[in-house]
């Protein structure tokens, strides 16, 4: 049963921070603190003209980043969520129940602490979905694995829309950070919650999008890429079978060019030099020049 949303803003957005350092980021931050500084400042950039209502999960953070958060959104509508160290299942699923309780958008997104974002980013996926009820679901980056996983390298069924420069087409997955609907998050938000049950990323997008998750010379191929492909196939079955077998195909889209990276250095989305964009503004941080971007 669809739930009517008040729409009194463009977009919810339920964010996740956490202070540490994970893998090896762009630029090679050390200091958790500056890095989502800088995440932070580029992702107000994007925001442009929109609207929005923010949740602010703050899983074992000290007092500066909740000072960090409301320096960079001063007067945005916005809670603060202090947490005592849940982790990254309980506090995605603490995001999933957010975002479809909330009424005050019926655009949400799902926002983390290691993205880059250009500026103004935010306004043309906004807009993508507006347009276009058949799209279920949106990622920002046009992650470099679409072209080096073959797991990712799909033709047979793949839609593309072109809109002014930028084209859409449709993807297997993306991480956790995404944009979509209430409505259909309601409708999905049992199979995003196998993630605290261990089930990654690539393996729930896969039972959503039903790409490749029927076809076992993927999993052979896929090898070459790592156990990590086979594995999330296995495991889409394994946790999500229900939905593979009887629940809707839904559409993941994806922008070319790229509107934002993810800020593993060796997950960077193609098509921009990131170290020039960003990179004097990641200098002045990490040698604690906080000023403004």
């Known amino acids: 049963m669809q739930t009517k949303v008040d729409s009194e803003f463009d977009l919810a957005v339920c964010y996740r921070i956490y202070p540490r350092v994970s893998g090896n980021p762009i630029f090679g931050f050390k200091d958790k603190l500056a890095l989502t500084q800088l995440n932070l400042e580029t992702f107000k950039a994007a925001i442009g003209d929109l609207k929005i209502r923010m949740w602010v999960l703050l899983d074992n953070c000290p007092p500066a980043y909740a000072e960090l958060v409301q320096a960079i959104f001063p007067g945005t509508a916005m809670d603060l969520i202090a947490l005592n160290g849940e982790g990254n299942g309980a506090t995605f699923a603490r995001q999933i129940d957010i975002l479809t309780a909330q009424q005050a958008a019926e655009l949400v997104y799902f926002a983390e602490d290691d993205y880059l974002y250009l500026p103004?980013?935010?306004?043309?996926?906004?807009?993508?979905?507006?347009?276009?009820?058949?799209?279920?679901?949106?990622?920002?980056?046009?992650?470099?694995?679409?072209?080096?996983?073959?797991?990712?390298?799909?033709?047979?069924?793949?839609?593309c829309i072109i809109e002014g420069s930028q084209q859409w087409r449709t993807v297997v997955a993306t991480l956790l950070t995404f944009m979509t609907r209430r409505q259909t998050l309601v409708e999905t938000g049992d199979v995003f919650k196998t993630y605290r049950r261990n089930n990654p990323d690539l393996a729930m997008w896969m039972a959503l999008t039903k790409l490749r998750v029927f076809n076992p010379w993927c999993s052979v191929r896929g090898l070459g890429d790592g156990v990590y492909i086979p594995g999330s196939q296995a495991l889409a079955w394994r946790h999500t079978w229900r939905q593979i077998l009887f629940g809707r195909r839904r559409t993941l889209w994806a922008p070319c060019p790229t509107l934002a990276t993810h800020m593993e250095r060796n997950g960077l989305a193609v098509g921009v030099d990131w170290e020039r964009v960003f990179g004097a503004r990641a200098k002045a941080l990490q040698e604690g020049h906080t000023g403004s971007i």
């Open 120 to 159: 103004r980013s935010l306004e043309p996926a906004v807009a993508f979905l507006r347009r276009h009820p058949e799209a279920d679901f949106l990622t920002l980056p046009d992650h470099v694995d679409y072209y080096r996983q073959y797991v990712h390298r799909i033709q047979s069924g793949q839609q």
